[in-house]
């Protein structure tokens, strides 16, 4: 039996009875059982209750911050019982919404969300809002400032709203001109309903030749969790330019070929990006390590003209998105 069944086997069993405890205080009762169980999916994860939003109370495995985990948390909430009158379950923590006179206390310091100023940049391209973040309890308490703003964005927004739509975060200690909470949530819900786009760039590789990419810069790796391997096909060109690159033949064949790949791979793979220079055309993808992108690729490959390497590599960071 595999720690997925062998949690959920232990939920069936006992569900009532936690429910039970919830109601009656004593959950802390079954905090070693859950936590031995929720340890065994594997190493980062954290787990917790809280108010339900259909549900009464929601069962969270998250792993904040880590896409590895959150590629085993998938997998054990792909595997979970329907949500119920009592309980729902996520792989990332809820967010509980905005209500401006909520707080939160660190030490001596009462931080309240109604206080927060926002200055909000949206970036299309890449389907992201980028902001500064001032706080008045802020002022000299530079320890408090990121930690603060990162619970008070985990808490009205939700961990995965944060980590999939929020780029950079700059925390600021000295006041600032922004908005508050419900214009970065409105910013923030314009951004998720921004059509993703292929973005095509030039640019030149350390030794200065010239490099044409193709890439979906707004790809979401949270999205697709659970594919956590980098695939890289690199084909060698049979007519390069001077330049390097491809002749508006070649270029033609390349591009059915590539098609062709894509519907062999269907849900597979994500496509991630090209890369056409130094006599080489360069298609990156991710895919399930459990699944079958990796052996299409590799049957594709093998009814291709060109000299083609494929490359591969556990990636759940998806550190390709960072190549552009």
């Not at 707080?103 to 109604?114: D, K, L, N, P, Q």
């Not at 950079?168 to 951004?191: N, R, T």
């Not at 459990?290 to 990636?315: F, Y």
Request: hydrophobic share 40%; proline share 4%; with cysteine.
């Amino acid at each position: 039996m595999s720690a997925i069944e062998a949690f959920w086997s232990y939920w069936r069993e006992n569900e009532a009875a936690i429910l039970a405890a919830i109601d009656d205080g004593t959950l802390q009762d079954w905090a070693g059982a859950i936590n031995e169980r929720v340890t065994a999916l594997g190493d980062g994860l954290q787990w917790e209750f809280g108010p339900g939003r259909e549900a009464s109370h929601y069962f969270c495995v998250a792993a904040p911050g880590n896409l590895a985990g959150r590629a085993r948390a998938e997998r054990w909430l792909r595997a979970a019982p329907p949500a119920g009158e009592h309980f729902e379950f996520y792989a990332s923590r809820p967010g509980r919404g905005y209500d401006p006179g909520m707080r939160i206390v660190f030490g001596e310091h009462e931080v309240t969300f109604g206080d927060f100023v926002f200055a909000i940049a949206s970036d299309e391209a890449r389907r992201r809002v980028d902001i500064e973040v001032w706080h008045p309890t802020f002022d000299g308490e530079p320890e408090l400032a990121p930690r603060a703003t990162y619970v008070a964005l985990d808490t009205v927004l939700g961990e995965d709203a944060v980590e999939t739509w929020i780029g950079g975060v700059e925390v600021k200690e000295a006041s600032i001109e922004g908005q508050d909470f419900e214009a970065l949530m409105l910013a923030l819900q314009a951004i998720t309903e921004t059509e993703e786009t292929l973005t095509v760039l030039r640019g030149q590789d350390a030794e200065g030749h010239v490099v044409f990419v193709t890439a979906r810069l707004g790809l979401k790796a949270q999205h697709h969790p659970e594919h956590d391997r980098h695939i890289e096909v690199v084909m060698t060109l049979q007519d390069p330019t001077e330049h390097g690159l491809t002749t508006n033949e070649e270029a033609e064949r390349l591009n059915a070929s590539e098609d062709a790949l894509m519907e062999k791979l269907g849900d597979a793979a994500v496509y991630v990006a090209r890369e056409t220079g130094e006599g080489e055309r360069r298609l990156y993808f991710q895919a399930d390590s459990e699944g079958e992108g990796l052996p299409i690729v590799l049957a594709w490959v093998e009814e291709q003209p060109w000299e083609t390497e494929v490359k591969h590599h556990v990636d759940p960071e998806w550190n390709i998105l960072r190549r552009w």
